[in-house]
Structure formats: C-alpha cells, structure tokens
T-cell receptor, first 111, second 117 residues
Framework: TQLLEQSPQFLSIQEGENLTVYCNSS?????LQWYRQEPGEGPVLLVT?????EVKKLKRLTFQFGDARKDSSLHITAAQPGDTGLYLC???????????FGKGTLLTVNP | DTGVSQNPRHKITKRGQNVTFRCDPI?????LYWYRQTLGQGPEFLTY????????KSRLLSDRFSAERPKGSFSTLEIQRTEQGDSAMYLC???????????????FGEGSRLTVL
C-alpha cells in the first residue's frame, strides 16, 4: 500500500505570510498531483508534477517534486484569505489509473 | 456546465435503508472513479471504471456496495442496508486517460454527502 503523509495537518496564518506544506512517502510515484478542496465541494486540481526535481509555479504557488519522486512541497508566497482550504497531494503509483491521496493540510489564512 | 455532476448533493437516511448516488462524468472522459471522504481525511479510493468495465474495487467496499456504469456513460453507486459508518462524502471523478491527458488527472464532482441516522 502506497501511503502519503502530509504535514502539517493544520496551519493558521495571517494574510501576507509565506508557508510551505509537505507531502512525503516511502514509495516512488510516476506523478504527483496537488488539489485544493473547499468545504462541501470536490477537490480541484492545481498542478501535476511528473519529473524528479521538477518545479512548477502557479501565480503565488510553487510546487516541487523531489528528485527521487517520493516527496513534494507546496510553497505559497504572501498568502491571501482566498487561499484558505484543504490542500491534498495525490500520487499515481503502480497502477497507472489509481490516485492515492494524503490526508491533507487544512490551511486558514486570516485577514 | 460541462463538469462532473453528482446527485443528490445531500441524502439523509435511516439505518438499514438503501441509497443510490448518480454521477455524470465529463462526456469525453472514459475513466470514472468513486472515492469516499470522511471528515479530516483525504479521499479513499472505492472503485474505477474504464468505459463500462469495472476494473478495480477496493477492499473498503463491502458486499453492500455496488457500482455500475452502463454503456460507459453515467455511473451509479448503491449502498444497501446502510450503516452509520457509511456516513461520508461520496466523490465521483472522471479522467480523459492516457490519450487525452496526463495519467491519473482527475476532475471531481461536488460530491454526495450521506448521513445515516
């Protein structure tokens, strides 16, 4: 069973601060995705990383895939209240079609 | 709106009753998934269809759960003799598969929240 550990589980910060959340596993993934989920809604895809060491930027969000493709990080610069939500990482492993999700990091950005 | 559609959005039922959820995927997507999510947890994989074929079913699914995808279009998830432990958000997602996009890229519906009293 491929497990993804996300940390921290909860994070509450003030508007304008920077933050990093982590997604770690002992397994290698062929690709890894980050989603954001708001209360009562389904997750929405933010980014997919495929190559070890890959860095992708989405406005104030920077995603990195570890060299060994076992871990990833999400860095948010100058967080805004609209960034509030549950951030989930999900890995595609042995079976190409199946995503395994972590438990998520619940981010609250206070105005 | 051409996204993934799920209904009902909310269902409250008494223990022992049967419930059915429906998912209409994005029309050109041949892959369809069901996940279950409880409070404070990430989505847990339940089952996967490629077109009309159910290719994998999680050990999380007891015999009370059944899913179908007739004609490879919409899908239904039925839970028989519901138990309080079945209370969760049931999420459906679709994917274009390898030909149309990166492997495993999922587009989720808004979910169907089940409460079993």
């Amino acid at each position: 069973t491929q497990l993804l550990e996300q940390s921290p589980q909860f994070l509450s910060i003030q508007e304008g601060e920077n933050l990093t959340v982590y997604c770690n596993s002992s397994s290698v993934f062929s690709s890894l995705q980050w989603y954001r989920q708001e209360p009562g809604e389904g997750p929405v895809l933010l980014v997919t990383v495929v190559t070890g060491g890959e860095v992708k930027k989405l406005k104030r969000l920077t995603f990195q895939f570890g060299d060994a493709r076992k871990d990833s990080s999400l860095h948010i610069t100058a967080a805004q209240p609209g960034d509030t939500g549950l951030y989930l990482c999900a890995g595609v492993g042995g079976s190409n079609y199946k995503l395994t999700f972590g438990k998520g990091t619940l981010l609250t950005v206070n105005p | 709106d051409t996204g993934v559609s799920q209904n009902p959005r909310h269902k409250i039922t008494k223990r022992g009753q049967n419930v059915t959820f429906r998912c209409d995927p994005i029309s050109e997507h041949n892959r369809l998934y069901w996940y279950r999510q409880t409070l404070g947890q990430g989505p847990e994989f339940l089952t996967y269809f490629q077109n009309e074929a159910q290719l994998e079913k999680s050990r999380l699914l007891s015999d009370r759960f059944s899913a179908e995808r007739p004609k490879g279009s919409f899908s239904t998830l039925e839970i028989q003799r519901t138990e309080q432990g079945d209370s969760a958000m049931y999420l459906c997602a679709s994917s274009p598969g390898l030909a149309g996009g990166l492997a495993g890229e999922l587009f989720f519906g808004e979910g169907s929240r089940l409460t079993v009293l």
